[in-house]
C-alpha cells in the first residue's frame, strides 16, 4: 500500500504561484511514477503531468506547458507541482496519484490516490 498527502492549496490571487506537495509513505517511491491530476465540480479528474520514477522524463497536459512544472525529491518521497501565473480555471482540487507505469496519463493507471487539495484562483 501506498498512502499520499498532499499540501499547499489555498486562495491565489490571479497571476499567483502556489507549490502542492505530496508526501507519500509506504511502498518505495524511487519506484513510483508520479502524477498530478485536478477536478473541476462535476467533472471527472483530468491529467496535469507526470514525472517517472528516475526524474528522466515527464510529461504534461498540452495547455498547461510553460506554466506548470512536476519535480521529484526520492529522498524525501515527495512529489511537487509548482504552479506560476494561476488563472481562475486552474481553481479545482489537484490530486497527487502513483503508478507502477513508467509512465501514463490516464486515470486508470494510477493504483494510488491521496485525498487531494483545494486550489482557488481569484479574478
Known amino acids: 500500500q501506498v498512502q499520499l498527502v498532499e499540501s499547499g492549496g489555498g486562495l491565489v490571487q490571479a497571476g499567483g504561484s502556489l507549490r502542492l506537495s505530496c508526501v507519500t509513505s509506504g511502498r518505495s517511491f524511487s519506484a513510483l511514477g508520479m502524477g498530478w491530476f485536478r477536478q473541476f465540480p462535476g467533472q471527472s479528474r483530468e491529467f496535469v503531468a507526470q514525472i517517472t520514477w528516475n526524474s528522466d522524463n515527464t510529461y504534461y497536459e498540452d495547455s498547461l506547458k510553460g506554466r506548470f512544472a512536476i519535480s521529484r525529491d526520492n529522498d524525501k518521497n515527495t512529489v511537487y507541482l509548482q504552479m506560476n501565473n494561476l488563472q481562475p480555471e486552474d481553481t479545482a482540487v489537484y490530486y497527487c496519484?502513483?503508478?507502477?507505469?513508467?509512465?501514463?496519463?490516464?486515470?486508470?493507471?494510477?493504483?494510488?490516490w491521496g485525498q487531494g487539495t483545494q486550489v482557488t484562483v481569484s479574478s
Open positions: 496519484a502513483a503508478t507502477t507505469f513508467y509512465s501514463c496519463s490516464g486515470t486508470g493507471c494510477y493504483d494510488y
